[in-house]
Structures are given as structure tokens and as C-alpha cells.
């Protein structure tokens, strides 16, 4: 504001920026408000409230109602309003099935999934029973599995109910009515009337039994959706609480929400079933104890025998299946930090090195999946009459084993971020920590083997004595094997409204003091008192992908004054006037098309506008230059934040004289505190490090420039023109820490592309590379002729019991009881007894075979098909330009190689062993009644095109379903992704609620699509279960009519083979559905094998430059121009120039004119539109691009560490000896920390390096370079995370080890290249000025001279 209250010309251009977008973001507003209202109406309505009794079940009990109308405005049925007869026959869900076929669907037309569905209602209810759970069992007896079986006892117990009476009517089926029927059939004096009414009576049970078994199966569904939303919700809401995830890995946690929610909804769909067992057990044999003698027993005994084998099968499978998806959840980790990486490996020509590690977990997972296939397709294939039960067993033994269920129960087990926190005594004091010790969580391998360890010395140790004080120094023991300490006795304050300043070394432990602050480190001592509501700005800006707006009002309703403060003091007002869609421009995954200041400024606005008491802010200013920090120290921390108190991280000293107090860290203590005066004068650590810096100050040669053009800098800026003043101007930053993303977004407000959700059939396409990574089209061909002979031979051997029956004792007599199995022993006087008996025996010998022979063949073309595919999806990613991972967003490509993988790897095989023995079954069935009965082929032709119709419908909708159910899950990976690393930042202003509500949201979403899915696969089902029950009804009639004509032998055989139908063909159709929903999974990664495209110019014939190349590594831009993309605007434009070699070169320039555009050209991230670049006189597009990148090195202004070792972080290869690599740690002033870290070099480095400061990770980035000896090394503000002094000594290693290199500096801070041998100022993608940095200063009207003249004019002021 100006002195009369009116806003400068600056602000007035920053509002005209914005001001367009006031009446969007209104209606924004007012749709978000109309949604929080609904929401909390609906929470109200549909709130858990335990001990209620039987009303609980009053909305259930409503669906028993037969009868329901529908709900007035209610646009598409829901289940909550359908009554029984709707339920049982799926009817509610027909109108939904046809418009899907006819016209299809979008996921805004499926119907709301219900509110008693939901993950809020459910959380509740799960977290009050794990409450209840963890008081009366202790965390070390707790049972998630115990728990979840209190949620659904009721409802699994009524689903056992309708369950057994379907199991009564499939035995009345068989053992009542159609013993009747055939006896019937023997019988040549009885009536047409009593064989109807036995044909009639079959007829209606059978249809009895497909509904009850159906409406069991929506109920079980309904179930599991329960249970699944529940413990996913419940897990994030653990999550989001928590400081840390302990010792699980981003990678597991991803499996838990994709792979593992899954395996909870199918145990809760398959797991009751297993009634099925005993109950087929009694009943057969008390039949066979009624029909036949007690010898017959003996095959009874024969099928209870595989109970116990097929357990023991079972429970290995599940043994190998747990071992198998540890690895899983390793590769999954893997693939994620190297998605995470991914620019930093190309630059570094990693790729292979990154490949071949995930290739060889990937081997390793193969191997025990082979292992698990093979038993699940030998139980599967020896045992087809119940692949259910076995997949059912397979599952309880892999739960029993204690896997899937308890990983996430493990993370609801660990402690919860938050620590009690009161008010200071003092109200005074905004922050006050008293003798505070604070521990942060150790993760490693090492530290996790010693708390081992440690747990059985405190165990042993126990036992042999109870003495207090030993109980203590082994807790104590415990602890430090968990944990590391790394604060130790703080005693800090700060008072309210005052600015207060913390400093200190890299690594001393500045960080980790906010973070105590704020309640997100353990405390171990000590007390942390806290009065006022919080904002945070990390070190490294955490940014959501959202719009710009949706990121600075994180969740905040919109204050049209406070947005426009926060944006003019965080200096953002030219940047978004540049972005095409102003702040509703869309900002990538963790702000990937922003420069690293504007990421820094965004979260800086995120804060202002929170409008907390306490700030809390760490180092905010080390990526931006000294300008723009200025314009925010002034404007945001000492102007915006004026009254409110704030904790400033800084290393810039300039900056602390300004500060009220002032607190100096080392090596995890405060060691002074004072004023800036005070402290001055005592004359330690705080007034050395300070005089250093004033010593070396390598702005002295500015000064002294400044001298020189200060007087006129005023006539000089107002003379400028609008567009130059844009270069100085506070509304810009000079740096820019992205090559192809912040330039890019100029073309378009949208960055995330939209994916390509495929419509339709699955295309053949599809099948074809499934079958050619399986081995191609004789091998699958050869899978199918062992399918063939296996069912074929069980059927022959059904058909040759009959004759075998029929002959008899080989005379002219009919004479048999009513069952085929029960003939008269006259079979044995058959003079060809012999031979009957020998094709019979060696028929069950085949089977047992071909059986075995078909589950190997079987399971080596799938496991080979979905290795394939997985190997040539990574290496074909890996491979793409960096345009496809910053229009990608990661979950969509974690989602490719968890969710999908896990699909083509384990229930794939399985539904094509199921559906190819089913095909084969029915084919068989249908070819011996049309051999037994002719007349049968009408009515089958008649039932086909019904049956093509039904399975049509079912295709087209299930397809559209489970495309909306993939699609819907992607975002969660992301979401849950995103949240881990900004837990942080979450915590501080306070959004978990927020944060669970969206995923609340987005769950609820995916689980509408996949109830759906489920109700589409019971709704085909119970329609082809009636039309199988009509096949039972024809063949009975038929029978009736052919009475005295058909062998009774041949009757009872067609009767139970039509019995057999009647149970295989709607799961072989839905088999047939399924399966081809699961090749969705083959399609979306066929789809990004065809479509993705690898970087380089696969046009340009690839030359082999000279030997030892390059030697003086000189660099020729020859008229380059650079687009990133077809159809994006150039970046670059003709611009040409030259390095000279061994030549150190700063390059200059404002956000967006197109700096890191250069590096991209020159690493080839992106090819040129026009133009060569030459290095040594060879160009470079022509030679192979890993050739390339590895003689070139950069060092990002993010450091990059990989999950490993310190050793592996510099020397992934290999290369170097021990005594090197401690050089380059001296050399970058590492080496001392290092050596006081247990393990030294072999010392574990966490996800991201998230157990090193941000110092210690860009030094440990420098000194990966100096290890690499390029002749070419690009800077990217290396070092503007370290405090000064360290700053400085790092700069004279730079100088003396690269002093043969080539070096080009893209510049933040413009001190940094006043002693360079030349700068390079761009502006627009071009090159404004090219010279010494003597020479453009001696003149005041080069850009660069206004630049350093209003840098310097601000640091003055």
C-alpha cells in the first residue's frame, strides 16, 4: 500500500492479473460450500452410534421388503431403495446394464454408493472395535483379523444362512428329485402326471437354488465393500497422524491400498464359503450311507484324503505367496524412487544400471511366482469340481501365515505423530521447549537388526532379573535401537510477535528444532509448549498437484483481499500474469513446471494466507536470488508477518541483523543466543562465523560496481522500458531450476493429460501380444490341446461308465436299479469285464496326467507372458523423454506396476485355467446330451442366442466398469503418495481432516465402480443360472417324453450332466467376463507399449566419436531452436554461441526466458527443432545418448539421493577405491560427518536421503561429481542449501578441482558469477548478452548491470 492507503503501481499489476478470475473462482466457491453442506448432512444423518441394538438393522431389514418403489428423484436406482425380489434378481441394476449397452456410461450416472457404504460411516465404526480391541487385548496381543470379524460377524452369519439354503436345494437337485425322475424312467407302469410333477418340482429348486446362492453373493459383496473401505480409510487415517511411516517403505504402503484392499474384499466374498466344505461332506455321506452299502465309503474316505493335501498345498502356496509379495513390495519401492529420480538417471545415464537392479528383483519374485502358480494351477486342475474352496483355503492359509492383513495392521500399531503439547506458563511465549532431547525414527537395516537385538537382551535380561534401574537402562537400550537422537538438551523460546532468527552449520540440526517445535519429532525429554495455531514452509517446498490457487488456499474459502496479500508479498504477481491460465493454471506432481523459487514462493503465499500465529519457516529463502529474498524478507516476513511470531531458518547472515533473536545450532544443542549485537560482542562461534563471511564475501567486487552506477540507477530503471524493467522487476525471480517444465507450461494451463480410457471391445491386438509374450501361437495352441485331452478324457470316462453300465452282464437284459452307479453286480459276469475295467482304469491315469501336464504348460506361458510384459513395459518407460513423466502423474504409472502387474501375474492364470477346463466341460457336456438326447440340439440353439444376447449386454457394461474402476484408482496411489511426503507441512496447518475427507471422497468413488463391477458379474450370473435351470427342464422333459426309448443309464447320465451345466455355465460366462476384464490390465500396458515413444533421434544414424572424447570440451550452439513438443511453442530461438574450453560460464536470465532450456538441449532431454550442438567438434544428436551423458555431470539445485548406502549414492558402479571416495567427502567437507555415522560409507541413506539435511545431500551431490571427473559439469545453484562459511570452501573446491573443466553455472543468486570467465543473460529464449562480467558491468545500460544494480539496491535498503 502506498502512504494515503492506495496500492502501488506494483500491486495495481499484480490485481489486474488476477482480477479476471474473481467470477470464476465465486461459483468455485459456492459449489464447494453446497458440497461441504451435503457432506455434512450426510455424516449427520448416517453417523455411527454404537449400542443400538436391533434398530441398527433397520434400514437392512427394509431390503427384505418384496416390493420397493423407487425413490421420488432419485435419477438412478440405488440398492438401498430395491426391495427383495429387486435384490435377488439384480433387477435394479437392468436399466443401468441396458443404457451401458446401448448408449454407455460415464461414472457420474452410476448410482451413489451408500452412505451405510462409505468410508466415513464404516471408519467409525472399525476404529471404535480397534479401540475396544487394542484396551482389552495390549498392542502386543492385538488382532486386526479378530476385529474385522467382530465388523462383519452379523452380516457373514446371515450371508451362511441363505448360503446353506442354497447348498439344500443343489442337493435336493441332485439326490431327491432326479433319483425320482430316474426312477421314473425305469418304471413302465407309471403316469405322465407323476413324471411331471417330478420334472416341475426339479425345475423350481433348481431356480430356488440360483437365486439364494445369488442373493448370498450380493450380500457377501456388500460385505466386503464394507470392510475394505473401512480398513483403507482407518489405515489412512493412521497414516496422516503419523511423523513418520517407521519401518515401512512408500512402496509397501502403495500395495496396501492397491493390492492388499483387494485381497481384504475377496477373503470376505470367498472366506464364508467354506461352510460349503463340511456341510457337502455330511450330507454325502449320510447319502451314501442311505443308497449305497457302507464299502462305498471307502471313495468317500478317498475325497475327505485330499482335504489334507489339498491344505498342505494350500498353506505352502500361501507361504510362497507371502515370501513373493515382500518382493513385490521391494520392486514396487524401487520402481517408485526411480520414477521419483527419473531425471537425475538420465542425466546420469543410469538408466541400465537402475534396469538392471529392478530386472533382477523382478527375477527373483518370477521364481517364486512360478513356484505358486504351479500349485495353484495343479489344485485348481486336479480338482475342478471346487476351484472355489481351494482358492478360499489358499487364502485363509496365506492370512493364517500372517501376511496382507497384518501389514497394515503393523502401521496401525505405530505410535501417532502427535505429542502433548500444552500452552507456555509464560503468555508471553508463543514456543518454549524446556531441557528438550528429541529423537527421530531410525529406519535403516542395521539399526532395525540391533533393536532386535536389543528386544531379546531386554527379554533374557527380564527373566533373570526384575530390578527396576536394569528394566530402565534396557528401555533405554530399546530405544536407541529404534530411534536416534537428534536434539539434546534444548531449552528454547520464543515470544509472542517477535521475530527470531536460527542458524548454524549444515547438519547442526536447524530442521530438526522446527520440526520439535511443531510436535513432529519423539520426545525423549523435556516438555514442548506451544500457544497459537501454526504454518509451515519446509526447506523443500511441498507441493500437490491442484491448481496454483488450490495451493496456496489449501483448502481454505477464498478472501479475495488476503489472496492478493499473500500473492504480492510472495512475489508471485508477474508469474501468474505469465501463466496461461493465470493462477487456475495446473501445477504438476510435487510443482515439476515450477522453477525452484516459485515452488519456494508458493508455499511461502500458502502460509501467508493461512493466517496462523506462529511461522515457522525453514530456509525459505536459499532458492530464490538475493533480490527477490530481499522484496520477501521485507514485504513478507518483516511486512505481512509483522505481530506474528516467526521462526526463520536462514544462512543468509545479512538477515539475521534484522531478527529480534537470535538462536546458533550445532550438532544438535544450541550453543548461543542472544540479539545480533549481543552476540557480536561476546565473540564465539555466531560473531567468527559472521566475520568469516564478512572476510570472503564474494558480493565485495558488487559493492564496489555498485559504487559506481548506484547515483544513476534510479534515471536508469525509469528510462527502462516495460519489457526490460521485467528483468529487474520484484515480480520476477532470475532463477529457474527446471529445463523442460517451467518453460513448457507457457504453452497450455492444463500440464497432467488426461488418460486415454479405452471404449469398447478389448482389441484383438490386445490377445495377440498376450499370446506372443506367452511363446507365441504354437505354444498357446499346444496349452489348449492339453486342456482338451484333460476334460476330454474325464468325459470319456463318464460316457464309458455308462456303456459299461448298460451292457451289463453282457446278455439281453435291461434289468437295473434307478441309479447308474448302484447297477446290479451282473456287470461282473460281462465276459468283457476285463476290458470294460482296463480303458476305465487307465482313464483316471490320464487325467492325473494331462491334468499335470496342463497346469506346467499353463503356468510357464502366463508367468513368461507377464514377465515379458513387465520387462519390456520398465525398459520401454525408462526410455521415454522426460515430456511423459512431467505430463504422467506417478500414480498412474505406480498403478501400471502394482496393481495391473498383480493382476497379469496372479489372478489372470488363474480365471484362464478356470475358464479354458469350464469351456471344455461344457462343450463335452452339451456334445454327450445332444448324443444322448437329438432332440436336445433345438432348444440349445434357441438358448445360445439368448445366451449371446444376456453375455452381450454384460460384456459392453463390465468392460465400461472396470475401466471406470482402474481409472478411479490411480488417483489414490497418487494421493496416498503425495500425502507421505507432506506429512509435515499437513500437520502444521492443521488439515488432516481436510486430507481424509478428499481421500474419503476418492475412495468412495473407486468403491462405487467396483461394487458395481461386482453387482454387473451377479446380475449376468443369476439370469444364466435361470437359463441353465431351463436346460435342466428341457432335458427332464425330454426324458419324460422318451420314456421306454432311452436307456436309463444314458437318462441318469444326460440329467446329470445338464445338472452340471447348470453350476458351470454362468461361472464359465462370468468366467469369460472376468477374464477379459483382467486382460484391461494387458491392455492398458499393451497401450503404453505402442503408443510410448523413446527419447533420442532414433532417425540419426549414431557415429562413435574419437577415442578419449572429449578432450578440451569446448561447447558450439550453432543457430539451436527447442520446442518440448510438436505442438508447443519454441523455447529457444536461434541462439548460438560458444565455450571456450576449460571456460566457466554463468548463465543469467528471468523465470521462463529459457536457462534450464539449455541444459535440456545440451543433455538432450529434448532434441532440437533446429540447429547442433558440438562438443569437441562432434555433434552431438548424431552419438549414442548414454555415450553422451555419461562425460557430462550435473549437480541440481534438488539433491537427489537413492534409497542405499553412501557408498551406492556415489559409486553405483563400483568404479572407485574407498581411499577416493573419503577424498572427494574432504574435499566437500563431508568427510567428518560421514566418519561419525555407524557403518561410515556403508552407512544406509533413506528414501529421498530423508535422514540427511538438505545441505548434506547437495554436498554429497557435489561430490558424486568430483568422483565422475567429467570435462563438462553444469551447477544448478549447487550449493544454496549450506550455510556460508561451508558455502565458501565448497567454492574453492569447485575452482581448484574443476579448474581443467568446463562449467556452466545456471545462476540464482547473482554474486555467484561475478568471477566467472564470461555470463551468458538470457531473456525469452534468447541470448541477450554474452561477455565478461567486468565488461557488462562497466557498462549501466547492459541488462546484467541492472541487474546487479537492483539486487544491490535492495540488499543496501
Known sequence: ???????????????????????????????????????????????????????????????????????????????????????????????????AYSKGISINELPDVSPYDTCTHNTERLELLWNQELTKMGPEKVSLGRVAWQFCRTRI??????????????????????????????????????????AFLL???????????????????????????????????????????????????????????????????????????????????????????????????????????????????GYLRSKSMNISDFRVRLTNEILECIKLIKMYAWEKRFSQDLLDVRKKEQTLLLKTACLQCLSICTVPTIPVISAIISFLAHIAAGNNITAAQSVLLLEDGSILISKPILKSQAVAINHGTFACNAFDAERERRSHVAEKERQNDLKDSRDKSENEKLSTLLHDARYIDVLFDITFEATKGKLVGICGHVGSGKSSLLLAALGQLRVVEGQVMRDGSCAYVSQQAWIINATLQENILFGAQFDHSRYFKAIYASNLSQDIAEMPGGDQTEIGEKGVNLSGGQKQRVALARALYADRDIYFLDDPLSAVDTRVGAHIFHKLIRGALKGKTVLFVTHQVQYLNHCDDIYMMHDGRIIEHGTHDELMKLGNEYALMVTAISANDETDFAMSMDEKIGPNLQSVDNSLPDKENEVSSPGTDTNTDTATENDEILGTPVLTIAEDLQKGTIKVDTYHSYIMAAGGYFFSCIVILTFAISVGSSAFSSWWLALWIKAGNGLNTTAMHYNATTELNNINDNPDFWYYQAVYG??????????????????????????????????????????????????????????????????????????????????????????????????????????????????????????MENKSRAPIISYVTATVQGLSTIHAFEKETEFLTKFNCMFDENSQCMFMCSIAMRWLAVRVDCLSATVIAITAFLVIALQGELPPALAGLALSYAAHISGVFQYTIR????????????????????????????????????????????????????????????????????????????????????????????????????????????????????????????????????????????????????????????????????????????????????????????????????????????????????DPETEIAVQTTIQQEFSFCTILIIAHRLQTVLFLDRVLVMNSGKILEFDKPYNLLKDPNSEFSKMIAGANTVENK
Open 157 to 198: 452369519l446371515f450371508f451362511s444362512i441363505v448360503y446353506t439354503g442354497s447348498l439344500i436345494c443343489g442337493f435336493a437337485t441332485s439326490t431327491l428329485f432326479m433319483r425320482k425322475l430316474i426312477e421314473y424312467v425305469q418304471s413302465e407302469r407309471r403316469s405322465y402326471t407323476e413324471g411331471l410333477k417330478w
Open 1071 to 1282: 468366467l469369460a467376463s472376468e477374464t477379459e476384464v483382467k486382460f484391461i490390465s494387458v491392455e492398458r500396458i499393451n497401450h503404453y507399449l505402442r503408443t510410448l515413444v523413446g527419447e533420442g533421434n532414433i532417425s540419426q544414424r549414431i557415429l562413435q566419436p574419437p577415442s578419449g572424447w572429449p578432450v578440451a570440451a569446448s561447447i558450439k550452439f550453432q543457430n539451436v531452436s527447442m520446442a518440448y513438443g510438436e505442438e508447443a511453442p519454441i523455447i529457444l530461438k536461434n541462439v548460438s554461441f560458444n565455450v571456450d574450453a576449460g571456460e566457466k560460464i554463468g548463465i543469467v536470465g528471468r523465470t521462463g526466458s529459457g536457462k534450464s532450456s539449455l541444459t535440456a538441449a545440451l543433455f538432450r532431454l529434448v532434441e532440437l527443432t533446429e540447429g547442433k550442438i558440438e562438443i569437441d567438434n562432434v555433434d552431438i544428436s548424431e552419438i549414442n545418448l548414454g555415450q553422451l551423458r555419461t562425460k557430462l555431470s550435473i549437480i541440481p539445485q534438488d539433491p537427489i539421493l537413492f534409497n542405499g548406502s553412501i557408498r551406492s549414492n556415489l559409486d553405483p558402479f563400483k568404479r572407485y577405491t574407498d581411499s577416493e571416495i573419503w577424498r572427494a567427502l574432504e574435499k566437500t567437507k563431508l568427510k567428518n560427518r560421514v566418519q561419525s555415522i555407524n557403518g561410515h560409507l556403508d552407512a544406509s541413506v533413506g528414501y529421498g536421503g530423508d535422514n540427511l539435511s538438505v545441505g548434506e545431500r547437495q554436498l554429497l551431490c557435489l561430490s558424486r561429481a568430483l568422483l565422475r571427473e567429467s570435462k563438462i559439469l553444469v551447477m544448478d545453484e549447487a550449493t544454496a542449501a549450506v
Open 842 to 963: 487307465s482313464t483316471i491315469g490320464l487325467m492325473l496326467f494331462t491334468s499335470l501336464l496342463r497346469s506346467l504348460v499353463l503356468t510357464r506361458a502366463t508367468l513368461k507372458a507377464s514377465t515379458t510384459l513387465h520387462n519390456d513395459l520398465f525398459q520401454k518407460i525408462i526410455q521415454c523423454p522426460m515430456r511423459f513423466f512431467d505430463t504422467t502423474p506417478t500414480g498412474r504409472i505406480q498403478h501400471l506396476f502394482s496393481r495391473d502387474m498383480d493382476e497379469v501375474d496372479n489372478r489372470l492364470p488363474i480365471s484362464l485355467t478356470s475358464l479354458m477346463q469350464n469351456l471344455f466341460v461344457i462343450f463335452f457336456a452339451i456334445l454327450v446330451i445332444c448324443l444322448v438326447l437329438p432332440w436336445f440340439i433345438l432348444p440349445v440353439c434357441i438358448l445360445a442366442i439368448v445366451y449371446y444376447f444376456v453375455s452381450k449386454v454384460f460384456r459392453v457394461a463390465a468392460r465400461d466398469l472396470k475401466r
Open 203 to 317: 425345475t423350481a429348486i433348481e431356480f430356488s437354488r440360483a437365486l439364494l446362492l445369488h442373493w448370498a453373493w450380493g450380500l457377501s459383496y456388500r460385505t466386503a465393500l464394507r470392510l475394505r473401505s473401512a480398513c483403507c480409510a482407518l489405515l489412512f487415517k493412521k497414516i496422516i497422524r503419523l511423523n513418520y511411516l517407521g519401518d515401512k517403505s512408500i512402496g509397501q504402503v502403495i500395495n496396501m491400498f492397491s493390492n492388499d484392499s483387494q485381497r481384504i474384499y475377496d477373503a470376505i466374498v470367498f472366506g464364508p464359503m467354506i461352510i460349503a466344505g463340511p456341510i457337502t461332506t455330511v450330507w454325502g455321506v449320510c447319502y451314501i450311507l442311505w443308497v449305497l452299502s457302507p464299502m462305498a465309503l471307502l471313495g468317500m474316505i478317498t475325497f475327505l484324503l485330499f482335504y489334507p493335501v489339498q491344505y498342505a498345498i494350500s498353506y505352502y502356496t
Open 1 to 99: 500500500m502506498g502512504p494515503n492507503g492506495n496500492r502501488t503501481g506494483e500491486e495495481t499489476e499484480g490485481q489486474d492479473a488476477i482480477e479476471h478470475l474473481q467470477d470464476h473462482e465465486s461459483k468455485n466457491t459456492e459449489i464447494v460450500e453446497k458440497n461441504l453442506n451435503l457432506q455434512s448432512i450426510d455424516q449427520h444423518l448416517f453417523k455411527h452410534v454404537s449400542g443400538r441394538g436391533l434398530v441398527r438393522y433397520k434400514n437392512a431389514a427394509k431390503n427384505l421388503i418384496p416390493i420397493r418403489r423407487k425413490k421420488k428423484g432419485e435419477k438412478v436406482r440405488s440398492i438401498d431403495s430395491a426391495g427383495l425380489f429387486s435384490i435377488i434378481s439384480y433387477s435394479w441394476v437392468s436399466k443401468l446394464m441396458y443404457k
